[in-house]
T-cell receptor, first 115, second 110 residues
Framework: DAMVIQNPRYQVTQFGKPVTLSCSQT?????MYWYQQKSSQAPKLLFH???????NEADTPDNFQSRRPNTSFCFLDIRSPGLGDAAMYLC??????????????FGPGTRLTVL | SQQGEEDPQALSIQEGENATMNCSYK?????LQWYRQNSGRGLVHLIL?????REKHSGRLRVTLDTSKKSSSLLITASRAADTASYFC??????????FGQGTRLTINP
């Protein structure tokens, strides 16, 4: 089945130790998103790729970076995680074109714990 | 930026009852979507309603949209324990992004 896969499902890191979260998709969608979701809150968009074009949200901290080496894969790098970065990180994809008219497909998320 | 606000924040009902959740938003939209999120999981798309539509059905789900009031409602009929989840509305912001509301936590009691 076509899907969005996130690895790992659970990630524990130490304060200040860089961490990378990965997302892959078999849907061949050209738009990929990274969201941060804290407990009982709405998913908050960090950035997204439209094909290879990177779009950063204005309030996304510089501590967060992303890479998209090809259509299928997208990575979220947190350079120096702080305690406030502990959250669920969600990857989503959508078929491009008229993105606003299409449903987003989400991965299961990676739960990040910062010690 | 936050576009949608949902009401109530939490809802607890008995199995078999209907559940209604409301979403309000601030600016004009092309469409509004509803998603479900089971605890500790990703979001799953439920239904999309376009700005020129007033009502849409999908199985036990009924969504209404009132663009004059900038509001939408999601009705789940004959609720089941498996419907226990958080429900989010999302509106399009620009051509490439969705903005999610704070969500309603729905608990179905057996």
């Amino acid at each position: 089945d076509a899907m969005v896969i996130q690895n790992p499902r659970y990630q524990v890191t130490q304060f200040g130790k860089p961490v990378t979260l990965s997302c892959s998709q078999t849907l061949n969608h050209n738009v990929m998103y990274w969201y941060q979701q804290k407990s009982s809150q709405a998913p908050k968009l960090l950035f997204h790729y439209y094909d290879k074009d990177f779009n950063n949200e204005a309030d996304t901290p510089d501590n967060f970076q992303s890479r998209r080496p090809n259509t299928s894969f997208c990575f979220l790098d947190i350079r120096s995680p702080g305690l406030g970065d502990a959250a669920m990180y969600l990857c989503a994809t959508v078929d491009g074109g008229r993105v606003a008219y299409n449903e987003q497909f989400f991965g299961p998320g990676t739960r990040l714990t910062v010690l | 930026s936050q576009q949608g606000e949902e009401d109530p924040q939490a809802l607890s009902i008995q199995e078999g009852e209907n559940a209604t959740m409301n979403c309000s938003y601030k600016t004009s939209i092309n469409n509004l979507q509803w998603y479900r999120q089971n605890s500790g999981r990703g979001l799953v798309h439920l239904i999309l309603i376009r700005s020129n539509e007033r009502e849409k059905h999908s199985g036990r789900l009924r969504v209404t949209l009132d663009t004059s009031k900038k509001s939408s409602s999601l009705l789940i009929t004959a609720s089941r324990a498996a419907d226990t989840a958080s429900y989010f509305c999302a509106t399009d912001e620009g051509a490439q992004k969705l903005v999610f509301g704070q969500g309603t936590r729905l608990t179905i009691n057996p």
